[in-house]
């Protein structure tokens, strides 16, 4: 089984601040990873698929870069509606596997 | 307007059965993947099971495999998660999911989950 390892596990920033979150993992995935917002008592949504692709209405502020093991999700500059939990999550090889999560906070 | 509306979670004693449903619509039901993917309270997500479109393959999680099957019946645009030999650590919201159509394995469309217990 791949395991995906986040940090931080928590992330304490301003709005208008650049937020970078990291995922890593345990064997390569090329560039099979997304990554999942989740605020407060809602499902997940996807804000990342295949390392670098926004998904649709996504706004532009949200990246994500990175192959093999190493994979970043960056926030331009943070707006309130960011503060949330993000996961990663691989598609390479079944069983798929999500990170633990990394809680974005307001500081 | 794609919709998921997951249903059948509940309280069962451990050892009990569930059956979850999640009725869709909005999309071309059979030409997408379909998943179950739960989280237990204060927890992380976990990746549960997956369906292909057509029903023919399915993938299991090794902590479900052999007590859940996952199922879906094109005719009527639905998705099932048969649990058996349920136990405490099964509890947990059960999301329905949508994979995208040339994304297998991408979540591209949640639905709101439906809460499962397992306690005596």
């Known amino acids: 089984e791949i395991v995906l390892t986040q940090s931080p596990a928590t992330l304490s920033l301003s709005p208008g601040e650049r937020a970078t979150l990291s995922c890593g993992a345990s064997?390569?995935?090329?560039?099979?990873l997304a990554w999942y917002q989740q605020e407060p008592g809602q499902a997940p949504t996807l804000v990342i698929y295949?390392?670098?692709n926004r998904a649709t209405g996504i706004p532009a502020r949200f990246s994500g870069s990175g192959s093999g093991t190493d994979f970043t999700l960056t926030i331009s500059s943070l707006e309130p509606e960011d503060f949330a939990v993000y996961y990663c999550q691989q598609r390479s090889t079944w069983p798929y596997t999500f990170g633990q999560g990394t809680k974005l906070e307001i500081k | 307007e794609v919709q998921l509306f997951e249903s059948g979670g509940g309280l069962v004693q451990p050892g009990g059965s569930l059956r979850l449903s999640c009725a869709a619509s909005?999309?071309?039901?059979?030409?997408?993947?379909l998943n179950w993917v739960r989280q237990a309270p204060g927890k992380g997500l976990e990746w549960v099971s997956t369906i292909s479109g057509s029903g023919g393959s399915t993938y299991y999680a090794d902590s479900v495999k052999g007590r859940f099957t996952i199922s879906r019946d094109n005719s009527k645009n639905t998705l099932f998660l048969q649990m058996n030999s349920l136990r405490a650590e099964d509890s947990a919201v059960y999301y329905c999911?949508?994979?995208?159509?040339?994304?297998?394995?991408?979540?591209?469309?949640w639905g709101q989950g439906t809460t499962v217990t397992v306690s005596s």
């Open positions: 909005g999309f071309t039901f059979g030409s997408f993947a």
């Open positions: 999911a949508k994979s995208g159509v040339t994304l297998f394995g991408v979540i591209t469309f």
């Open positions: 064997q390569s995935i090329s560039n099979f």
């Open positions: 295949d390392a670098s």
